[in-house]
């Protein structure tokens, strides 16, 4: 089972159980911004090494040059991470983030290969499919495509490192919304979807961040 699930200042939960010889032991920081620089501590301390994966959920944006160091660490340890929506919106001023959940959400105008986008945008309440690009990938293995009620991103921009998962053709979203990406020694996974509870009771977008969680954890129990 998955088990040890810490909420600091949690919005909404997923509730996870899978059998399994091991438990695994999740880290989620979620919505309120008030908890990242404790969780930058507890980053920079031994207490790191009992979590297999580490679930973001949060918009923070200020980081020093210490917390910088303290949050690469996960990925010098190998440990998973799962970033789930608005954790795309973190850290704007911080390059490395962009690489390490392989995209970014704009606030500003941004340029790429000599073409001009932006700024993303956001759009709330809308009904629209979310169809699965890689069927065999572990994330998404046996699952359909699947019709959810969620916030969409417009104009972010998706770095060539990233594998695709997840993609909608949704005129108000940008196209792929789910993808895998590899920082270090960690997997990531990043999904657009999850803005409020219609995600987060949505039988589908449950079962996303489960196998992503189980997925990120099993190169985290073999390092």
Not at 15 to 34: C, E, G, H, I, K
Not at 159 to 187: A, H, Q, V
Request: hydrophobic share 40%; charged share 20%.
């Amino acid at each position: 089972m998955v088990s040890r699930i810490l909420l600091l200042t949690m919005h909404c939960a997923v509730a996870l159980t899978v059998a399994r010889s091991q438990p695994v032991s999740v880290l989620v920081v979620a919505f309120d911004t008030a908890s990242k620089p404790g969780v930058f501590s507890l980053f920079a301390s031994d207490s790191l090494a009992e979590y297999d994966a580490m679930v973001f959920y949060d918009t923070y944006q200020a980081i020093s040059q210490t917390e910088k160091a303290a949050f690469l660490r996960l990925f010098d340890r190998g440990i998973g991470c799962v970033f789930l929506h608005h954790a795309l919106v973190s850290h704007q001023e911080w390059p490395e983030y962009e690489r390490i959940v392989g995209g970014r959400y704009h606030h500003a105008p941004y340029v790429e290969d000599g073409k001009k986008y932006g700024p993303s945008t956001y759009r709330h309440d809308q009904d629209f499919t979310v169809v699965i690009v890689d069927t065999m990938h572990p994330v998404t293995r046996g699952m359909s495509d699947f019709t959810i009620h969620d916030e969409t991103y417009i104009n972010y921009q998706i770095f060539k490192t990233s594998t695709p998962l997840l993609r909608t053709d949704y005129r108000d979203s940008g196209e792929m919304i789910g993808w895998t990406n590899g920082y270090r020694r960690s997997r990531v996974v990043y999904l657009q979807p999850g803005h409020d509870r219609n995600a987060y009771l949505h039988p589908s977008f449950r079962s996303l961040v489960h196998k992503a969680i189980l997925w990120v954890a099993e190169a985290s129990k073999s390092r």
